[in-house]
């Protein structure tokens, strides 16, 4: 099924934007775990909508109902099911726009590949909506992992073109978590949320990029050649609706480099067998090799733009133009970063109980 993952640990996730809710079961959470669920709550907030001025000015609580699979605050073992109520859809907003597929949505491809049967209020199961279940299920997850020694952390790296501070490949990096803009330089900040109104202002939209390390994952997992680490994360990453692109360790730039430059030297050091450097970002022949597992993703512009732009018409079969209304993101950067976090927590934890 399309919306399913996992092998070991195994999600299930459903729903629509407009629906009446959205949701996400889990499969394989080792029982008898205590999961804090506030901790579960500030996560999700993060990723949660209309609480900036640039976030879109849909207000949802993203607060999960647990179903099943907890008992007296523990994991049972059995399926842990989430749900999120939808309770501020504008779903009006959406009615013009039946017969104009919006320029950079699904509304086309989904047409084509459901028959015209897919709930298009929202962008339906397309929509970023469907990424608060994801953000549960990989709250879960890092709390399980970070009982193991297991340490995520993702930051903005770049938006419209600014810089933030990178990670150090060899170091923990410092949490950005409790700030509402998710960066390590103040002055990167006020340069990104400035080209970010500029955009709104111009009724338009800015795309950026995510950094995210994970330390303390243990070496020697991984399933070559085709269910190596890159791919069981990336296939997650690509899930999320505005991902574009997905690099790891020093990624693309290593094309314009010396074997001499690139290799990762290992040496002897109190902590046993170490790399000297990172290029590699922690990952070498698909396998974890101990170090940071370091990566970046690339997310697109908000396709969802106030100015007009060409389409077609499906009722009249002619070239037309369009102007999408609504509650938007002029950057949805800041608010994916939680969810970047969460798609490498399901995967690490996944590969983990795999082993």
């Known amino acids: 099924m399309s919306s399913m993952w996992g092998n070991s640990v195994r999600i299930s996730i459903f729903g629509e934007s407009h629906g009446p809710s959205i949701g996400v079961v889990m499969e394989g959470i080792p029982s008898g775990f205590i999961l804090d669920m506030e901790q579960i709550a500030a996560h999700m907030a993060r990723r949660a909508p209309g609480q900036m001025p640039w976030s879109t000015k849909r207000s949802e609580k993203d607060e999960p109902v647990i179903l099943s699979g907890m008992y007296l605050g523990k994991t049972t073992g059995t ?21 104009k597929p919006r320029p950079g949505h699904a509304d086309l491809t989904g047409l084509a590949r459901y028959n015209g049967a897919n709930d298009p209020r929202g962008g339906g199961h397309f929509s970023g909506r469907i990424m608060a279940p994801l953000t549960f299920a990989g709250a879960v997850c ?8 297991v340490q995520i952390h993702a930051h903005i790296y770049e938006i419209a073109g600014i810089m933030d501070t990178p990670y150090d490949p060899l170091m923990t990096p410092k949490s950005v978590s409790d700030k509402p803009f998710p960066v390590m330089s103040d002055t990167a900040e006020a340069q990104m949320i400035a080209a970010i109104m500029e955009a709104r202002d111009s009724l338009d939209s800015v795309g950026g990029i995510i950094e995210c390390m994970a330390t303390g994952f243990p070496a020697g997992l991984g399933k070559p050649i085709f269910d190596n680490i890159e791919s069981r994360i990336a296939s997650l990453l690509f899930g999320i ?32 067998i170490r790399l ?29 733009i106030s100015r007009p732009q060409d389409t077609i018409n499906l009722k009249t079969m002619q070239n037309d133009t369009i102007q999408i209304t609504g509650r938007h993101d002029p950057c949805i950067v800041p608010r994916a970063v939680p969810i970047v976090e969460s798609a490498v927590a399901l995967a690490l934890l996944d590969l983990m109980e795999e082993g």
Do not use: W
């Open 276 to 304: 000297q450097t990172n290029h590699a970002g922690g990952i070498e022949g698909g396998i974890s090799n101990g170090m940071p597992i370091l990566l970046r993703c690339a997310c697109k512009p908000t396709p969802s």
């Open 142 to 149: 890092m709390q399980i992992l970070a009982s193991r020694g």
């Open 241 to 272: 609706p505005a991902i574009k692109g997905v690099e790891f360790g020093r990624g693309f730039a290593v094309s314009g480099v010396r074997g001499s430059e690139n290799n990762d030297s290992p040496s002897i050091s109190k902590q046993g």
């Open 79 to 99: 399926p842990l099911c989430a749900m999120i109520k939808n309770t501020d859809t504008h779903s009006s907003d959406y009615s013009a726009l039946a017969d």
